[in-house]
């Protein structure tokens, strides 16, 4: 049989398993508190279910349109108009995808080539550079500024070459849990203006933003909508992160060129649970009120921390608390992170896998996207450290 090994060259040779597929199973293994995996450990409304078994068991179970059922995209664009004040066009301007992920992966495969440069901010969400490499792109990185992790538009100004293709940006951003300012957002179009730079806008968490924060979209600034996709998930709004559902907004020469790639890839996305989405989403109350909900997680997971030798960072967006421990150990916090999962069982994420040359300010990340009770357990293990 063919020594396979030695014959394939990885597009991805440092390329291995997630951190975050890696510390919930080492949570699973010892039994532990998974603070670390970005998701909820309650179910989603009930509403939502009734929705699901109603347009399961209503035959709708072939082919939807490739772009999404047109009830679906309208709803987004409305809310984009309602939120934002931006104006797409549900018909060529709106793709339903299978999960944020995918969206992401497929406007950077549309559109970026070999020898191309894609600007990141790092700590970078784990999935961008892959995505930009797998195409054979290069990421060039610029650090946000420890530990407000502020931009240093300068910095930002420097790294765009004539080999820029696109930049990736994340706001709310995870994992950092900061936030794009309106005077962030109009330095970056300023930046921008008179290039051919496209952007990557992962808007997950637009409606997790706390103490007064607005998010601030990139479909609000004129000069950055018209160069962007928009891209969210309805999996983080509606605490359905296994439905692996999301959408994607852009300006029609942009769509143009990712539904070449979206259709020879999945082609399609969920039919019945489209139909479910667009029924629920006639109630933008459910989304209007989720930060209000997880601001009062973040609050009593904080409240349940006090005592404790780590220090709270700000978390003005997403559903994770970042807490440096320089206090606490001198140990690098991937080896924090798993000592504290198998000896004390509750599992973190280390803020150095996010950084393309391992750079450690002594961080690890906490999902408060959890039960009062698990957020109370966890808390008391943090506050006896």
Not at 27 to 45: K, M, R, T
Not at 209 to 237: N, W
Not at 281 to 295: E, G, I, R, T
Request: some cysteine; proline content about 6%; glycine content about 6%.
């Amino acid at each position: 049989m063919p020594n396979y090994s030695k014959a394939i060259a990885s597009k991805l040779p440092n390329v291995g398993t997630t951190i975050f597929t890696v510390m919930s199973k080492l949570a699973q293994e010892h039994n532990a508190i998974n603070l670390s995996q970005g998701f909820p450990d309650f179910d989603c409304a009930p509403r939502l279910l009734e929705l699901t078994a109603k347009y399961f068991n209503a035959g709708l179970n072939q082919y939807p349109p490739s772009a999404g059922i047109m009830a679906l995209r309208e709803r987004v664009v409305e809310k984009a108009a309602a939120l934002y004040g931006a104006t797409y066009d549900p018909e060529h301007e709106a793709t339903i995808v299978p999960g944020a992920t995918y969206g992401i992966f497929t406007a950077i495969t549309a559109f970026v080539r070999p020898g191309d440069e894609v600007v990141l901010f790092e700590p970078t969400y784990d999935s961008y550079a892959p995505a930009v490499e797998v195409n054979g792109g290069r990421p060039v990185y610029v650090r946000l500024q420890f530990p407000d992790y502020s931009i240093d538009w300068e910095a930002v100004q420097r790294a765009i070459t004539p080999k820029t293709r696109m930049i990736v940006i994340n706001t709310p951003n995870n994992p950092t849990t900061s936030v794009f300012s309106a005077e962030d957002m109009r330095a970056f179009e300023n930046i921008l203006r008179n290039t051919n730079i496209i952007v990557v806008a992962d808007e997950v968490y637009e409606h997790l933003i706390y103490d007064g924060h607005q998010h601030q979209s990139v479909a609000r600034f004129p000069g950055l909508a018209e160069r962007s996709f928009v891209v969210s998930s309805f999996g983080k709004t509606y605490s359905v992160t296994g439905w692996k559902m999301g959408y994607v907004l852009a300006p029609r020469e942009l769509m143009a060129e990712f539904r070449k790639v979206h259709q020879y890839n999945v082609f399609v996305t969920n039919g019945p649970l489209q139909y479910v989405l667009a029924d629920y989403m006639q109630d933008p109350s459910v989304y209007l009120a989720l930060a209000s909900f997880y601001q009062q997680k973040r609050d009593f997971f904080l409240t349940g921390i006090k005592g404790s030798r780590f220090r709270v960072l700000p978390s003005r967006g997403t559903f994770f608390q970042n807490l440096a421990y320089d206090a606490v150990s001198d140990e690098k916090d991937t080896d924090l992170a798993v000592r504290l999962t198998k000896e004390k069982g509750l599992a973190a994420i280390p803020l150095s896998v996010f950084y393309h040359d391992g750079h450690c300010d002594k961080v690890l990340r906490f999902c408060f996207a959890k039960s009062e009770q698990t957020l109370a357990k966890g808390a008391a293990i943090l506050r006896g450290l």
